[in-house]
């Protein structure tokens, strides 16, 4: 295996790529992990440089002509490492003078790991376990996956033209943001659909993003047939992981263009919003808004999140050094969390740091995962900030019938219909 | 030593144009899954901006503008000191690198400052963290051109005819005698150096800066 091509698992642009960089360095100034770790060893230039000095020794004119030459498993084994310490954010990519989009090629360096057996790490090495035992990478019982934060007054249409997916992220460890996407839809009068429990199982990002692609195929194929035979045309989203997935992976596994088209829910909602804004309530403070970077760099979207935001009354929008498409990750990225924790909360407290700093009331996201994980860079800290998902917020701007009706749900009562 | 000479050159010629057709070969034959993304904006839509990113290293410039006023400077020079170096291998000259030939000092003088630009701003101003062996050999080789090129004209004036002859012979496949001369030595093998540490970003790098630019361009949203 160590004298097998690398070059098998990269498209056509991700080849050129690898050779494009100038190892300039200046990615450096950019990268989170770097910013916490100070190792260069680690670094995007010092990645590529290495993985190409792989394709040298298997796939380069004089290997193929005189021999392919064995890799040392030492040298493999420590590029594994460096390639799953990566969050995936793709701000290298994003400053990059030579425009590699790495936030595409990491993943696609971590499949060619996984197939030499190299890869994934830690608990990574669970996900697909979990999956197929639970439908969430997290391995928690199917059964809880809506349970505690689903408002029970929404009403849910067995078929429909929009559909909302959860994701597990949100499902399990951010609730809030979920319930908050939920109600801002109901509120908002969309009539949608949802799979249920056992229906909706992870849309395949945590396994694409480890480089573990055995069951993607399955995954997609089942969620994909599910929406369509409830008469999905539009699938809404929060968790820019998924969203991801979805807009440009599902395509590939499911073998052709989606019958449904994939919206992000500030997407969606802000024509709606546009028109119901005399329904919001005034709220006040000084909110600043986190980019995550599946959904700035990752989909482009940094204008409707902000239009959402600023269609709140009362409310002073503020923006951290590094936004719209050049922010900053906040460490929960790339499957790399779970296994390199110290990284991500050291990262997370970054922005943290920088939200207070500013004077903001309100740390505003639109992740599940950036939510999790700044909650939890904020246990122990001395710096605090209340952090609150956008629809979370929203949702409480929201005035009228459609706020009583989510503050007598989160007090646990009304089952009244909208 | 004559023919010996004229091997080498060839040798490294075949071997560097080898290099790149497979390279081509690689990126042509490789069959990963690409994402299907139909959000991205249309390559010929987003090309005029991807064409002015790729001409004045717009990317280089967003990220660091110091360090873009140095390369920008290098590459214009390199590809102007490039291209009056063809007076050397066409007979007759064409008449647009006898145009520029009157700046060829001059460009040279201004090609090598901004190596050691580039060098002082990295070391001094960046305090950069990330050294590549590789990266740096390249600029000390450019420069070694570059001072050589330099000498060869002000310091240790060479027998230009002589030097014509024996690139025309290369040209021509009519082998003529090498100037012996210890600056030039220098600097022709440096040039064949050159050519064997060759980087591939020369050919990729502007074919993906265009591609980034659709994607910094997509998507619209709300389309």
Sequence with gaps: MPKESFVKELSPEQVAEIDACTQCGECLRYCPVQEVTKNPDISPPEKLRVYREFIKATDSLKARLFGRKEIDRRLLEEFTKAIYECTTCGACGQFCPSGINTQRLWPTLRREMVKRGLGPLGSQREIPYNIENTGNPYGKPMSERFKGWFPEWVNLKDTAPVAYYAGCTGAYEAEPMVRGDVVVLASLGVEFTMLNNEEEVCCGFPLFITGQHDMLQDIVKRLVDSYQRRGVQYLVCSCPCCLNMMAKDWPVFYGGPLPFKVLHITEFILPILRKARTRLRRLSGRIIYHDPCYLSRGMGIVRAPREVLRSIEGVELIELDRHEKNSRCCGAGGAARKVFHENAIAIGRLTIDEAVRKGADRLVLSCPACYAKLNEAMEGYERKIKIVDIMELLAEALSGAAAEMVTTSSRGGADEPF | ?223
């Design chain 2, 1 to 223: 030593m004559k023919l010996l000479i004229y091997l080498v050159s060839y040798l490294v010629f075949t071997v560097t144009l080898a290099r790149v057709c497979w390279k081509a070969y690689l990126i042509m034959t490789a069959t990963g899954r690409k994402a299907l993304y139909e959000k991205n904006r249309p390559l010929l839509i987003s090309l005029p901006k991807g064409l002015l990113d790729v001409v004045f290293l717009g990317r280089l410039f967003r990220s660091s503008p110091l360090i873009w006023f140095g390369e920008w400077v290098f590459h214009v020079s390199l590809l102007i000191v490039l291209f009056i170096h063809l007076r050397f291998f066409t007979y007759p000259v064409p008449s647009a690198v006898f145009c520029l030939y009157p700046f060829s000092s001059f460009t040279g003088i201004v090609m090598v400052t901004s190596l050691v630009y580039i060098m002082v701003i990295k070391v001094l101003f960046k305090k950069v963290e990330y050294v590549s062996r590789y990266n740096l050999l390249l600029i000390s080789l450019i420069g070694l051109l570059g001072v050589s090129g330099l000498a060869m004209r002000y310091i240790h004036r060479i027998d230009i005819i002589q030097v014509k002859v024996f690139t025309m012979g290369l040209v021509t496949f009519r082998p003529e005698e090498f100037p012996l001369d210890i600056l030039f030595s220098v600097h022709y093998g440096g040039f064949l150096l050159f050519l064997l540490l060759l980087p591939a970003h020369l050919f990729t790098a502007p074919v993906l800066i265009t591609f980034a630019s659709a994607r910094d361009r997509g998507p619209e949203e709300g389309d």
